[in-house]
């Protein structure tokens, strides 16, 4: 189904770097959707792209009209590419994490967008992959009983030696903050889906590789008025138990006074009730499409049914703003050594 009587929704994409080949493959996978441009500033890899190919976002605005604007480039581009596709009338935007530069940048670029109507939603896709959709259900159908504590642990194995991230994603060296910024947050935003908002957190953050700038492992410890705990445990320098360590990024413990939900590294998902020795298998194993369990298909078959059927919304930019103010705390709970209990007013 699409709009109007069978027309498409018309999206046109900016970026055209490593991860947007995700992005461009889910949205080719859409019946109800036509791509109608690509914008990068190195007009090759937009071309690269098989899509009518810009290297000025204006020109492709004005040229493309789309409905919708898939923002896939880093924070410094983001608030710039929002205002404009607001004044030349998209009415809607997914736009990637990390959401701006800044909590004060990415609330002015919600309040424009709602002033205007405009729909932004952050491309947070992590709750979208399958293992933590079926742990969702899990927990909403009670099967390990009252929630006691969430743990997961990421190690992707990549973060070891001069050449660390070199071969993917260079710009990793560079990052002054790596670990929760670029990576972490996912589990702010996970954590908050399974579990709900967060009372205070605490962190202990540290760099073990010195050829590069930013941190590469710690904690972070989410504290929940029913006493529950979510402790996120990273190290980029050590793997996991996986044919492929990005296909999860690490292991999950979510654990009940009745059972515990255990997630590996294939992406399965297992129950085991309180008591027992053997689990049984929730959610096998199999060979996802994409990345992350085609999460990022997920997100954008989420936003287009929400667009153009009128579906709720999950990570539009008002809400993401907590995560936001979260992963600030995160930070200030590392310089100062304390629990940060300060972020519930974002």
């Not at 369990?293 to 929400?306: A, E, F, Q, S, T």
Request: some cysteine.
């Amino acid at each position: 189904m699409t709009r109007n009587g069978g027309e498409a929704l018309r999206v046109a994409c900016l970026g055209a770097g490593y991860f947007a080949q995700f992005h461009y493959d889910a949205w080719r996978r859409n019946a109800r959707v036509r791509l109608v441009g690509s914008c990068d500033r190195d007009r090759e890899k937009a071309k690269a792209t098989g899509l009518t190919a810009f290297g000025d976002l204006e020109h492709m605005l004005k040229m493309a009209k789309p409905d919708l604007l898939d923002i896939i480039t880093p924070p410094p581009t983001h608030f710039e590419a929002i205002k404009l596709a607001i004044a030349k009338g998209v009415k809607a935007i997914i736009c990637q994490k990390p959401f701006c530069t800044s909590l004060e940048e990415a609330k002015e670029a919600t309040e424009l967008a709602e002033t205007a109507g405009v729909t932004v939603v952050v491309h947070e896709n992590f709750r979208f992959q399958p293992w933590y959709r079926t742990i969702h259900q899990a927990l909403d159908d009670r099967l390990i009983g009252d929630v006691l504590q969430v743990t997961f642990r990421l190690r992707t194995g990549d973060g070891q030696g001069p050449r660390a991230y070199l071969d993917r994603q260079p710009y990793f060296q560079e990052m002054p903050k790596l670990l929760i910024h670029e990576t972490g947050v996912h589990w702010v935003d996970t954590f908050r889906y399974l579990l709900g908002e967060p009372e205070a957190v605490y962190a202990d953050l540290r760099r073990l590789n010195p050829a590069i700038k930013g941190e590469d492992a710690g904690y972070f410890v989410f504290d929940y008025a029913n006493g529950v705990r979510a402790l996120f445990d990273g190290n980029r320098l050590l793997d996991h138990a996986a044919e492929n360590c990005r296909t999860t990024l690490g292991e999950a413990l979510i654990e009940g006074a009745e059972g515990t939900l255990t997630l590996s590294g294939d992406g399965s998902v297992r129950l085991r009730h309180f008591g027992d020795v053997k689990p049984s298998i929730l959610l096998a194993a199999q060979n996802w499409n994409g990345f992350g369990g085609d999460c990022v298909k997920n997100l954008i078959d989420h936003v287009v049914n929400g667009v153009l059927d009128g579906m709720p919304l999950e990570n539009e930019a008002r809400a993401y703003l907590k995560v936001i103010a979260i992963e600030q705390a995160i930070y200030e709970s590392n310089r100062l050594g304390t629990k940060i209990r300060e972020f519930a007013h974002a």
